[in-house]
């Protein structure tokens, strides 16, 4: 929406934020209301919330300077539309997040500055720059997963049925040797055709088992993987805990969703083989709402954001634009299927699975849309 036009949306309004239209709250970009003298706040929308992950009520008080730090070019903004010089300020420029909170990233974003009716009231609205790019690559990255995956489907139906072939030619032959000693051979080929077996069952699963569509409480369902796996590392890690309890019932295949999570999870675990050796490995298990998002194209008013964050090594360089694709892993001995799997799971939900990683901190980001079948449970 045009500055023009959030004006004019705000024709008549009081200053006290109960007065702000509605249609506000409905945008996607992140837009606050600040005083133009003291600037502090007066209304925030929920993409605000968002984007700053601080609740309307924590925000009481705060001015637009004690969001963003000392920052010139928006403090020009503010006092060149405080001036009357300018109808409406745009500019690009580096957000920097609010001092103590979660997010410690700067953010590159193009924002705007108006006046509004109210000569007593400033709006901002910011928005990422390369939002657009990211989806545009996430897009592209998940059709190039998807034609990966389905080719190492198509393979598997072509491995399967050779496999069982040599499998059954191997113990008949075993049944023939006359020596015990060679019958060692047989069973490295019987071995192995099982372990092939094993791979390929594990690359046709997602697509063999039916869903099992119910609405769950997604905390009961981190608690489990939490359990699984603090039962596999009892020592030198922490599970953190950092839920948002007023989230609804996500309607999905609970066992399914669990496993996805669970694959994530527990990759993160042995990344921090040498942090929980030092007893300060920690994953975080963190949930929010979210709010006029899009997915594929299709757009969600709202959505459940979990975000699995380690404190560990990070995914190496070499591997960190490929790390959904099938039997890519970073760790030896890895299958590479953990991350494929997961991906199909979350994808067969209509959500999207990303991943950022650097040394210190790997953040995988899961965004599950409520539907509206729900609203019927």
Request: hydrophobic fraction near 40%.
């Amino acid at each position: 929406m045009s500055a023009g036009l959030l004006r004019n949306s705000f024709k008549g309004a009081a200053s006290a934020a109960p007065f702000f239209p509605t249609l506000l709250d409905q945008m996607p970009n992140a837009i606050v209301v600040f005083g133009a003298e003291n600037q502090q706040l007066v209304y925030v929308n929920p993409a605000a919330e968002s984007a700053l992950d601080l609740s309307r009520k924590s925000l009481e008080g705060l001015s637009v300077h004690d969001l963003f730090g000392d920052n010139e070019a928006l403090t020009s903004m503010i006092e060149e539309v405080k001036l009357g010089h300018v109808a409406a300020q745009r500019q690009e420029m580096i957000l920097h997040s609010l001092p103590g909170s979660i997010h410690q990233d700067s953010i590159p974003a193009h924002v705007v500055v108006a006046p509004l009716e109210d000569p007593d009231l400033i709006m901002m609205e910011w928005f990422p720059i390369d939002q657009q790019l990211r989806s545009e690559r996430d897009e592209r990255v998940t059709q190039q997963v998807e034609a990966n995956k389905q080719l190492m489907r198509n393979l598997a139906h072509e491995i399967k049925n050779p496999l069982g072939g040599i499998r059954g030619a191997a113990q008949l032959l075993e049944y023939e040797l006359p020596e015990k000693v060679l019958r060692e051979y047989t069973q490295v080929i019987i071995k192995e055709s099982d372990r092939l077996q094993t791979l390929v069952d594990r690359l046709l699963a997602p697509h063999r088992k039916a869903h099992v569509m119910e609405s769950f409480n997604v905390h009961e369902a981190l608690e489990r993987v939490r359990s699984l796996v603090l039962a596999e590392f009892p020592k030198g890690l922490r599970i953190i805990r950092n839920y948002d309890t007023s989230l609804p019932d996500v309607l999905g295949d609970r066992e399914q969703l669990i496993q996805a999570v669970l694959n994530i999870v527990h990759n993160a675990a042995q990344a921090l083989s040498e942090e929980i050796h030092s007893g300060v490995a920690q994953i975080e298990l963190k949930t929010r709402i979210a709010r006029s998002v899009t997915i594929a194209r299709q757009r969600y008013k709202l959505a459940m954001d979990l975000h699995v964050i380690d404190n560990g090594p990070g995914i190496p360089e070499e591997i960190s634009e490929r790390i959904f694709f099938p039997l890519v892993s970073g760790r030896e001995g890895g299958s590479g299927l953990g991350l494929t799997l997961a991906q199909t799971f979350v994808q067969q939900h209509q959500g999207f699975i990303a991943c950022d990683s650097r040394s210190g901190r790997t953040d995988f980001h899961i965004q599950i849309p409520y539907r509206r079948q729900e609203k019927a449970s």
